[in-house]
């Protein structure tokens, strides 16, 4: 039986205008279950203990039936365990609180579980995920994925909204499990189901359930992206230009049926709430955080003036005050009495995005942070405005740490954390770390206190994260960071060695798009094998070589005057003391990788900006 068949006889509407075939189930008990085998019984070693919820415990009863009826387009043999009843109540109690996963109605799902009529690729990539999630049935997780995905692509011409929501969890799973390439393709046909079923519009025909559900919906999507990369328009999925339809409610809202008004991504579309839900807060987030992105990507290309820079920087600092003013009283942090509320993820996820936003801001002010080159915008700042822009980046880093720490201490135990979380985790430490030893600034607190600060991070990236192959270099790259400080700070002398970029350079792409993209540390698409094989498009000889490329802007680089209004991104004998500070000793920077080997900390910068260009960035996109 399909979903949402509306049972007409002899054939049902919503049949008849899908052209498909209406068959109706048996109405005995037993055919009503879940089409694959269920069973109540679940890992004794469960990192988690759901407590569902009311509507969920009225309705588990029936859903315990143990059927041993499989799906008749399923590969999946027929005595195979899928303990579908505990794992989807596991999804809702702890993965539908976190921003890329609340796309779910909890009421309508274990209701259609318990009809039989839950899509069934839907049902399995539920399966799947939280399994990964919670570190169960670790012989069984994959092949519901891929039985998921074998399903979805059958359909593939014909698209639903339940296929989207099986592939979001699908590309997840993929994406954690290590198949980047597969994740990465996978959510370019996402994209396409979505804008084919006109996602990115309200439909007003709907009750307030259905429109909430497809918002929720391509507003996760959205958020998808980010796992690939940030501020590169090539790969976007879907641009804030042509979303037109409302932020996501808050999650009483949702679950009590109640419409609310919750505003648009870009304003003038329609009246806008005095006060701003988390959720709908965090998808304003992520899009501040990609233009900031963008205005740092900008800044490296030599695309923007001096004057330019600066309206930038005000601008992002008003947009990002005047969204956290719009926050209600109760998700303000930090909060008055923190042991009289409790702390979601959504709300810890929220406030760490927020200032990673200010941490990616003035990073680029940093001229001796590791990955970055000199940025001739120095010239036109005072020594106590940069100091003042460092100290508000290492300010920021401090404050994830402080609401990562907090968070810990007054979750409940069934609270997860998701993928953005370990990225502004990872981006704190290293800020930390090298707030340390910046030769021109000096923390208030011990390298102790910053070692501790370091490990905390480390450790909730391994405890929330452990399963999750995309994150892999990220992790090792932390762990090796703080070894190499614990060695430095010790008595028996320097380390030996440097750390090198734990992700080795993408040898099979367009070196001018890996210049100009550099794809962060945790990006799929740089962990990516992708292979141009363009070559083999052509029969050519061996030792022929391509002809050296026209550079676009010639005039610039053979004229010795800059144009009017432009910056002069020539500073090798303009340098301020900070970027001269950089050593000899190639240990200096304590586990940090300086320019990925292209810079000779101990030469000369003859080079000048070409590698400005070259530098692959781990720590800024």
Not at 70 to 85: E, G, H, K, M, V
Not at 150 to 169: G, N, T, W, Y
């Amino acid at each position: 039986m399909k979903a949402r068949c509306s049972r007409g006889s002899p054939k049902c509407a919503n049949c008849q205008r899908r052209n498909r075939t209406c068959t109706y189930a048996s109405s005995s008990r037993s055919t009503s279950t879940l089409e694959s085998p269920v069973a109540v019984d679940v890992d004794a070693g469960s990192r988690v203990s759901p407590q569902p919820r009311s509507v969920a415990s009225e309705l588990a009863p029936a859903l315990s039936v143990t059927s041993h009826v499989t799906s008749p387009s399923s590969t999946i043999p027929s005595d195979a365990y899928l303990p579908a009843t505990q794992l989807i109540l596991q999804y809702f109690d702890c993965l539908a609180p976190l921003p890329s996963f609340g796309f779910l109605h909890r009421e309508t799902v274990v209701q259609r579980c318990l009809d039989g009529s839950i899509d069934h690729s839907l049902k399995l990539a539920i399966c799947a995920l939280t399994s990964m999630f919670l570190g169960q049935h670790h012989t069984h997780r994959l092949e519901w994925a891929q039985e998921a995905e074998r399903l979805m692509l059958d359909r593939l011409e014909k698209p639903s909204i339940f296929l989207i929501q099986a592939s979001l969890l699908v590309i997840r799973f993929r994406a954690a499990n290590g198949q980047f390439p597969r994740a990465f393709i996978l959510a370019g046909l996402a994209g396409r189901w979505a804008v084919a079923l006109r996602l990115n519009y309200e439909h007003t025909g709907l009750g307030p359930i259905a429109q909430e559900v497809r918002r929720r919906t391509i507003w996760s999507l959205y958020l998808l992206e980010d796992s690939f990369c940030v501020g590169l328009k090539e790969f976007e999925l879907l641009s804030p230009e042509i979303m037109h339809l409302q932020l996501p409610c808050e999650d009483a809202d949702f679950n009590d049926r109640r419409p609310s008004a919750t505003g648009y991504l870009q304003s003038g579309r329609g009246i806008e709430p005095e006060i701003l839900g988390s959720r709908a807060a965090f998808i304003k987030l992520a899009v501040i955080r990609r233009d900031i992105m963008r205005f740092n990507r900008r800044i490296c290309a030599k695309e923007i003036t001096q004057a330019e820079l600066f309206t930038c920087i005000e601008r992002f600092q008003g947009d990002l005050l005047r969204l956290r003013h719009r926050l209600a009283p109760s998700d303000q942090y930090p909060r008055v009495t923190p042991q009289e509320f409790s702390w979601p993820p959504q709300y810890a996820l929220l406030h760490m995005s927020w200032h990673q936003c200010h941490c990616d801001l003035y990073r680029p002010f940093m001229p001796d942070y590791p990955e970055l080159g000199p940025h001739a915008a120095l010239n036109g700042m005072s020594e106590p405005d940069r100091i003042l822009m460092r100290d508000k980046c290492l300010g920021h880093a401090e404050e994830i740490v402080r609401i990562l720490a907090d968070f810990v201490q007054h979750k409940e135990e069934q609270h997860l954390l998701e993928h953005d979380a370990a990225v502004c985790t990872y981006h704190a430490a290293r800020l930390i770390l090298f707030g340390t030893h910046n030769a021109s600034h000096k923390s208030e607190y011990p390298v102790s206190t910053a070692l501790n600060k370091a490990q905390l991070c480390l450790d909730v990236i391994k405890r929330y994260f452990s399963f999750s192959a995309q994150l892999e270099s990220m992790r090792k790259a932390l762990e090796t960071a703080i070894e190499q400080h614990k060695t430095h700070w010790k008595p028996t002398g320097p380390v030996e060695g440097s750390l090198r970029d734990p992700v080795p350079e993408p040898p099979n792409i367009s070196r001018d798009a890996h210049n100009r993209q550099r794809l962060a540390i945790h990006s799929l698409l740089r962990q990516s094998d992708f292979v141009d094989d363009s070559r083999e498009a052509a029969l050519e000889s061996p030792n022929e070589t391509a002809p050296t490329a026209v550079p676009i802007v010639p005039d610039v680089v053979a004229t010795t005057e800059m144009p009017q209004g432009r910056v002069d991104w020539n500073i090798q004998n303009t340098m301020y003391s900070p970027w001269n500070f950089m050593p000899n000793d190639p240990n200096a920077l304590y586990g940090f990788p300086f320019a990925t080997g292209i810079l000779d900390l101990g030469g000369s910068m003859a080079q000048g900006t070409e590698l400005i260009g070259s530098l692959d960035e781990q720590c800024m996109y």
